[in-house]
């Protein structure tokens, strides 16, 4: 049994057999074996070979149907050296003559081949040097029982683990067959993060190297509550673990009362709306079922991710995809639109936005800068969400909105799409109400002059907190500054707290931190009564808001202002949850 440590990013508890996602190099430890295995593992690497053999002559078949003889070639000598003799023979002695894993011997073999043909130092030599490496990973994949490309495709469900999984991937993983997602990369606030959460499912992100210890399917745990993922446990830790599972499940049958009602009350009778943050519409549907106030975020810019081959969705799709959302909410409950917010690292796969290699995407051209530099793929959404208009009550947000310009001519282009319709005389919703994100520095302290023509605000802490931190998101060797209870984000918070009330101007917070349980009463005591939360949370987001009184909040959130560190600040409000629910769900 082999614990490691992470950055918990979805709550809960999986327990599963982990099918490995290989989008990076393997890395194959020595391990080992006895000599009575020596039979077994050459018996792995007779099945392994002969499973290679068939991808490879698949591939071989597929190019020369698709692209012709001359890529069909390349494939056949990946084949023909998966049949060389000396190549097989290597393997063999080094399983029964060093006693080491067939994985080890197999690695080993194909690296001497390929450093032979590099030492030629020629270009051709090098490349046939790679060719090699793809090949061995293809063996490595079937030994491993490892998917091959990039996201899984099984037909039970699994944990699924990577070194890193790309925003695009996570989008890409079907719900019902995804029990945990357990990462060696990305950072608490990464989109794939995001993603995992929205999927429900326990999430640890940011775990350091763990792949190299697994090998064949292996039963592992994640604790999306501790962020820890436990490979091979003992029956005891897994007896354990389903007893955590099973009081999960009761907390979550007396969470089922707070279904009925579409916002939360506080015990002083005041109301707070409690909306959702989705990235597909078939999620609307959970959130009706959970009496979401609304949805307080639809990140559309998964309807590209969620593509294959930089194909971008036409405007039909766009229009399935909100009229889908927008029914299931209905006129009572509002869904944000929010325009795509593309760009960084949510980038569909080979597709370029920027001219260049952005060596800073996070700073460069994403969000509502794209939507002004491709004002066709934008006009695209918008024309998309007019026509969807008529079936539910939408607004409609732009994301990353940095100085009034941007706004003035984001909502310009709105209002010129509007005017097609209305020369069309095309139907749509006349009164729909446009807001921005609030989620960096510069549009917070500019926030008077956002607040006399925008109709309404929704606070992106996860940008915002990156960009007051100077803070990647999603990366985790500076983790520890990208903390959502910072007193710095605290006091911008309360700016745009202030601002937004000074102006009479709706405001809700659809940053990750307020699914987090413990923050819940802090926003509230800075003032917010509109929190966007992932679906999962809804239901216990609205049992934390009914448990403190606006004037618990208050006092709560007037001793953390007074903290001098955001760990100061994640602990006293820990404390304060653990006082008035005693409850082990939130242990
Ligand atoms: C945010 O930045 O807080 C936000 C909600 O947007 P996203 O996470 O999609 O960047
Ligand atoms: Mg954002």
Known sequence: MKYYHGIAVAPGVAIGLLSVVANNQLFIPRRAIDANQVDDELRRLEAAFERAQTAVSQCRDKAQEELGGQYAQIFEAHLLFLMDP???????????????SVEFAVAQAFDF??????????ATYAERANDINDVKNIVLRELLAVKQGSVVDERYPVIVAASFLAPSEAAKLEPAMTLGIVTEQGGRGSHTSIVASALGVP????????????????????????????????????DQYEQKLERQHEH????????SKNYATTPDGVKVAVEANIEFPYEA?????????????????????????????????HFQAYKEALATMGQDRTTVIRTFDLGADKTPEGRNFAREREPNPFMGLRSVRLSLRYTDMFRTQLRAILRASVYGKAAVMFPLVTTIREWRQ???????????????GEPYD????????????ATVIMLDQFAIEVDFFSLGTNDLLQYAQAVDRSNKEV????????????????????????????????????????????????????????????????????????????????????METADDVRIFLNNELKKKVSNFAYD
């Open 86 to 100: 000396n190549l097989r023979a290597r393997v063999e002695t080094a399983i029964q003559d060093d006693l080491v």
């Open 113 to 122: 081949y390929a450093a032979q043909l590099r030492k030629l130092q020629d």
């Open 203 to 238: 999430t640890v992100v940011g775990l350091g190297s763990f792949l190299s210890d697994v090998y064949g399917a292996c039963l592992a745990i994640v604790d999306g509550d501790r962020g820890q993922l436990i490979l091979d446990p003992t029956p005891e830790v897994v």
């Open 252 to 259: 979550q049958r007396r969470l089922e009362e707070k279904r």
């Open 285 to 317: 549907k959970t959130c009706l079922e959970c009496g979401a106030t609304g949805i307080g975020l639809y990140r559309t810019e998964f309807l590209y991710l969620a593509e294959k081959d930089g194909v971008m969705p036409d405007e039909e799709a």
């Open 410 to 424: 984001a909502k310009m282009i709105f209002h010129d799409v509007c005017e097609e319709f209305n020369e069309r």
């Open 430 to 441: 006349h009164d729909i109400a446009l807001g921005i994100m609030v989620e960096t520095p």
């Open 479 to 562: 983790n520890a500054l990208y903390a959502q209870e910072s007193p710095a984000l605290m006091r911008l918070i309360k700016r745009v707290v202030d601002v937004s009330n000074l102006y009479g101007k709706p405001l809700a917070i659809c940053g990750q931190m307020a699914s987090v349980p413990a923050n819940v009463p802090l926003l509230l005591g800075l003032g917010l009564r509109a929190l966007s939360v992932a679906p999962g949370m809804i239901l216990q987001t609205k049992e934390i808001c009914e448990t403190f009184t606006i004037q618990e909040c208050e006092e709560i959130a007037k001793q953390a202002w007074l």
